[in-house]
């Protein structure tokens, strides 16, 4: 069967790719075409369009990005018609896909399956009305989900796993690299813990978030020399969470950068000017991450991989407008936490930083506690992070999903509704 795959980021390429190689080992005759990148192109996808061209978020990132956007969709759609598939697959990238769908609906008898829903119970829950009328399955990576849709929508979805959590479990399985291996391979002193910074994958997420984790870090290394001391060296107000009660060595850490895939490590450049010592890893996200002892980390699929690795981790993303948009963000979020953790885990496991809470000595302050081994915010997380996954339950996302779509298409659902 010819399949026709859609992915618009980095995640959706990363996700996408490992359900292309489940859906082979289902369908021995299966063929791929569609938009995505590299991963997805390593699988066997015929990558007719890099997503690099079309991952932009924000309102005005994408206006000023429109007509490239424009291009994409149209070339996608003279490609549908020309592939004639057996099946249209869309990852996540909801603006874009439900486009897709949309136009499919009207041109196309083939099935169309959404893997990684849009997350409607957090913005533009109007969405739902584009998913009945031109969604046939959604297979769900997120198992509050399932309740959420039937509750509020009475629209039925299947959980079919969480991805991340089996490509964790599987880079652990497979990885035999040790700390010292990690810190050889990237020039970094082995005598010196890891803070990881990831600061997102698109460029405005970065531009937004970095300079702000960096300038945290900063503080972090004068307090916890000004700590060994005995002293303070802000005069901030107490943190959230409980403070170190042992005192961080000063110099015990180095601040590590995960660069984004898709963005080329020169362009990280600029904000290392003033941080000479600060590294960049490029296409090792889930190596530093086994290897980090604590993180700063971007919302995103990002925050839940950093906890399924069991690395404590502020949560930051940064947003214009400060106070002014936590004011407002109840009007238009729908959901009670921004990160994955949280989210699944129904409960406030990491920090969430927003918008003018994002300066750097909140985060710091947020950062310090977690340094210290046995600190209760430290335990706190990580218990939490054991909750969580158990909520994400064992089944593995890319085969569950891969025997649901193939079976659908054997059993001869392939008219524009499916039951």
């Given at each position: ?8 980021e980095?995640?959706?390429?990363l996700?996408a790719?490992?359900?292309?190689t ?7 005759d299966a063929?791929?075409?569609g938009?995505g990148?590299d991963l ?8 007719l ?18 007509p490239?956007?424009?291009?994409a969709?149209?070339a996608c759609?003279a ?8 099946a ?9 896909n ?6 499919a609906r009207k041109h ?19 969405r739902i ?14 198992p509050?989900?399932?309740?959420y ?5 009475g629209?039925?979805v299947?959980?079919?796993g ?6 964790v479990?599987?880079?652990?399985q497979?990885?035999s690299?040790s700390?010292a291996d ?7 002193d ?18 937004a978030?970095?300079?702000r984790?960096l ?7 004068t ?8 002293v303070?060296?802000t005069?901030s107000a ?9 005192s961080v060595?000063p110099q ?5 950068i995960?660069a984004?895939?898709g963005?080329?490590?020169e ?9 000479p010592?600060v590294?960049l890893?490029?296409a ?8 980090a002892?604590?993180?700063?980390v971007?919302s ?13 981790q502020?949560?930051?993303y ?10 407002i963000?109840p ?6 936490f921004?990160?994955?953790?949280n ?5 406030e ?9 994002t ?7 947020h950062?310090l506690?977690?340094?210290d081994?046995t600190?209760a915010a ?10 969580m996954?158990?909520q994400l339950?064992?089944d ?7 025997q649901?779509i193939?079976?659908?298409?054997r059993?001869?659902l ?6």
């Amino acid at each position: 069967m010819r399949y026709f795959i859609i992915a618009g980021e980095a995640s959706g390429d990363l996700h996408a790719s490992h359900l292309v190689t489940a859906l082979r080992k289902e369908d021995a005759d299966a063929q791929f075409q569609g938009l995505g990148g590299d991963l997805m192109a390593a699988a066997g996808v015929d990558v007719l369009w890099h997503y690099r061209t079309m991952a932009y978020m924000g309102f005005v990132q994408v206006m000023l990005h429109l007509p490239q956007i424009l291009r994409a969709m149209r070339a996608c759609k003279a490609a549908i018609e020309v592939y004639r598939p057996d099946a249209i697959i869309l990852v996540d990238y909801p603006g874009f896909n439900l486009n897709i769908a949309a136009w499919a609906r009207k041109h196309l008898d083939a099935p169309i399956f959404y893997y990684i829903a849009p997350k409607i119970w957090a913005w533009k829950e109007g969405r739902i009305r584009k998913i009945r009328q031109n969604v046939d399955k959604v297979l769900s990576i997120l198992p509050f989900e399932v309740d959420y849709f039937e509750r509020e929508h009475g629209y039925k979805v299947d959980y079919v796993g969480n991805p991340s959590r089996a490509e964790v479990d599987d880079f652990l399985q497979h990885d035999s690299h040790s700390f010292a291996d990690f810190c050889a391979a990237h020039q970094l002193d082995p005598q010196r813990k890891i803070v990881a910074l990831l600061a997102g994958s698109r460029r405005s997420e970065i531009a937004a978030n970095l300079p702000r984790m960096l300038q945290a870090f900063a503080q972090v290394q004068t307090e916890s020399a000004a700590r060994s001391r005995g002293v303070s060296a802000t005069q901030s107000a107490p943190p959230a969470h409980n403070t170190v009660e042992q005192s961080v060595a000063p110099q015990a850490y180095q601040a590590v950068i995960a660069a984004a895939p898709g963005i080329e490590p020169e362009e990280y450049a600029p904000y290392l000017q003033a941080y000479p010592h600060v590294h960049l890893v490029s296409a090792a996200t889930f190596a530093l991450l086994k290897h980090a002892h604590t993180a700063l980390v971007t919302s995103g699929t990002a925050t839940l991989e950093t906890a399924l690795f069991g690395v404590p981790q502020v949560v930051c993303y940064h947003i214009r407008g400060g106070a002014l948009v936590r004011a407002i963000q109840p009007h238009f979020l729908n959901c009670r936490f921004i990160s994955l953790v949280n989210l699944i885990a129904d409960d406030e496991v990491v920090p969430e930083l927003i918008a003018d809470h994002t300066a750097p000595h909140h985060i710091a302050r947020h950062l310090l506690p977690l340094l210290d081994d046995t600190s209760a915010a430290r335990q706190a997380q990580l218990s939490g992070y054991a909750r969580m996954r158990a909520q994400l339950g064992t089944d593995v996302a890319p085969q569950e999903g891969a025997q649901l779509i193939v079976h659908a298409m054997r059993e001869g659902l392939n008219s524009p509704t499916l039951p």
